[in-house]
């Protein structure tokens, strides 16, 4: 039985691949990628059939944020020429949420540039999500703040938060390249925190900043022990001003590789294509979905995506369907054992226990930052001109929270 043979069973049944596997998968070629689309898609429609989980952003507050991410916008440091704004009111939060939802979001993500929240943040963001749910009851909310102190996560659940979103971002032996205002040991203390306390995991990571395919499964293995419903899947945004503006690494068959893996060593788990979807699966979007099964509906944190409008006619011509509010993402024994975890305070998955944590959404506002001269055995992206980078494609939000027009939803 070959590679993708061996990987199909094992999704199908619900295993995990070895780390050796996982290698072969990042390292399979061009002339076989359909089969590799193909092999992740079938695992893809065992667990979750064809639908397509919709997530909408809300950047409560943007920029100012005093950490050093390389990879963000909103670091210390950024001379990216996002918006700046501080915290949203609650109706302007709500606002700008319930346009997500109308474009069929089913999870609104809050998030926050910063370090963390203070205890007046904590107040700040419990009346943000009374209004977004006084206005749509059955709508998600994760929450998206940086590292948490003692008993943050348990008010955030009291409130009525269902998830918290902290990202990895990258393997714990290079953690150290990208960040220098935190350490990695911070985010597995914030997922952990979050998830004692009933919230649901979602703990992702970023591509494309000069990591080794290593680094890669080794996150992503770290994702899986550590129990995460939800793995968003950050393509890097090189915006200009920022210490990774150059890191121009990713093909869309690179991309579509990486998903591959982070679906096959998550068969039965939430895959999201979160923050680069864009920039660097541009056309080849659509075969994505037949990996992943969730994605962010219009824009970013700090960058625009594709019209909201697109995003529902690509996965309507792809043959998808937008997953509705009555219908469970999650398979009923994975589901099973996180409303296990939510409601005995502890942490766990069908896998395994605790693990390693935390992150931001797509932009990235609470990781770290990456030098300039990081080495890296992925390809470099090649476009028809040989070496021309595709800043054109990376577009500053404009629209939606924080401004006076409307969101793109």
Not at 34 to 41: K, W
Not at 130 to 151: F, R, T, W
Not at 167 to 186: C, F, K, P, R, V
């Amino acid at each position: 039985m070959d590679l993708l043979d061996t990987l199909t069973a094992k999704g199908l049944r619900g295993e995990i691949p070895t780390r050796e596997e996982a290698l072969a998968v990042l390292a399979t070629t061009d002339d076989e990628l359909l089969d590799v689309v193909a092999a992740a898609g079938k695992v893809r429609r065992r667990w979750f059939g064809r639908r397509v989980k919709l997530n909408y952003l809300v950047n409560l507050k943007s920029g100012l944020c005093p950490e050093d991410c390389s990879y963000c916008s909103q670091r210390l440091g950024s001379k990216a020429e996002i918006l700046k704004y501080t915290w949203l009111k609650p109706d302007q939060a709500a606002d700008a949420a319930r346009a997500g939802v109308a474009g069929g979001a089913k999870r609104v993500c809050l998030v926050a540039s910063g370090r963390g929240p203070t205890d007046r943040d904590i107040d700040r963001v419990t009346d943000t999500m009374a209004a977004i749910k006084e206005a749509d009851p059955e709508v998600e909310i994760c929450v998206c703040l940086g590292l948490l102190s003692d008993n943050q996560a348990e008010r955030l659940k009291a409130a009525g938060a269902d998830a918290y979103n902290h990202n990895l971002n990258t393997s714990e032996g290079t953690y150290g390249d990208i960040a220098t205002t935190h350490t990695y040991a911070d985010r597995v203390d914030t997922v952990q925190k979050a998830h004692g306390a009933g919230l649901s995991a979602c703990s992702g990571l970023i591509a494309g900043m000069g990591e080794s395919d290593e680094d890669l499964v080794d996150v992503v293995f770290a994702l899986r022990e550590l129990g995460s419903d939800s793995v968003p899947v950050n393509f890097l945004i090189p915006f200009e001003g920022t210490p990774l503006a150059k890191e121009w690494n990713l093909t869309p068959q690179r991309c579509l590789r990486i998903l591959a893996m982070v679906r096959f060593v998550n068969p039965d788990t939430e895959v999201r294509i979160a923050g680069g979807r864009e920039v660097h699966l541009r056309s080849m979007q659509p075969l994505g979905l037949h990996i992943a099964n969730s994605i962010f509906l219009g824009d970013y944190l700090t960058s625009e995506g594709q019209a909201g409008q697109a995003d529902l006619d690509m996965i309507k011509d792809a043959g998808f369907e937008v997953e509705g509010a009555g219908e469970a993402t999650l398979p009923r024994h994975r589901a099973d054992i996180a409303e296990a975890a939510q409601a005995g305070g502890s942490c766990g998955t069908a896998a395994s226990a605790c693990g390693s944590g935390g992150g931001c959404g797509p932009c990235g506002g609470h990781a770290h930052a990456a030098p300039e001269g990081t080495t890296s055995e992925s390809p470099a992206s090649e476009d028809s001109d040989g070496d021309e980078l595709r800043s054109d494609l990376v577009k500053v939000r404009r629209r939606g929270a924080g401004t006076e027009l409307a969101p793109n939803a």
